[in-house]
C-alpha cells in the first residue's frame, strides 16, 4: 500500500502532551494522531477505514530510547486516502495542513485535561544551523544532482554523506528507502495481528465450546507460513540498512 505524509511543528510541551496522550491510549504518538485525523474526519460525514495494526506505546518507547533526543517535527505516515480526506478538510476550514494538524494535536491533548506544564519536556536533538560552502567541478555537481534525486537535493544527499562518515554505524535513508521501511513495517505489523486473532480465536472457542477439536497440523501450516513472511520483512529491514550504510560509505 502507498504511503504519504503529513508535517507540523509542535513546541516541546505541546509535543510532550501528545507522547502523555498516546501513553494514555496505548498507542504510539503516530497512531494517535492518525486516530484523531480518522475521528474529525468522519465527523464531516466521511468515513475512513481503519487500520488493522497500530505500534503500541511501550514498543515506540523502546525504539525511542535508542534515538538520541528528538525533532519538533512531528511526521505522521498516512494513507492516500486519509491524505485526500485530511486535505479537504483543510481546504474547507481555509488552514494550511501543518497549522491545522498542530491545532488538532492541541485540541485533543487539552480536551483529556492533560497538564503539560507537568510533564518532562523531551530532548530536543541539536539544531543543524551551520553552513558549509563546497567548491566541485561541472562534471561533479552534474553526477551530485544525478545521485541527489531520491535524497530531495544535493544539499540533503551531502549532509546524508557526511552524517553516514560522522556517524558510521547509523544509516542514512532515502526517501524511497523510508516509504519501503514504513511498508516493511506495516507488514510486521499485519503479520503480527493475523498470529494475535488466530490465538484469540482457538481461545474464544476453546472456552465456548467444549467440543472444539484442533487441527494442530494445519495450526503449524500457518504459523509456518507467517514466521517465514515475518523473517523475510526482518532480513529486508537489515539487508537495506546494511547496504545503506556501504553505500554511503562508498565502500
Partial sequence: MKTTFLQTTLEPELLAGLWEYAKQNGVSPSVAVRVMIAGVVAATGVDLAKSEWGESYLRWKKRRAKLDGTSPSLLIRVDPEMKAAWDHLCAEKGIKSPKMLRNLVAHFVHVRGINTAELPIP??????????LVSVSDEELATLKARSKDYGGVSKLLAALARAHIY????QFSEPELNELAQTREQLFRLANNINQIAKA???????NSEFNLDADELRRELKVLTAALEADRNNIGALRDATIVRMRGE
Avoid at 558510521?168 to 544509516?171: A, F, K, L, S, T
Fill in 123 to 132: 530532548k530536543t536533538r541539536e539544531r543543524k544551523s551551520r553552513r558549509v
Fill in 202 to 208: 482457538i481461545n474464544t472457542e476453546k472456552k465456548h
Fill in 168 to 171: 558510521r554505524e547509523q544509516p
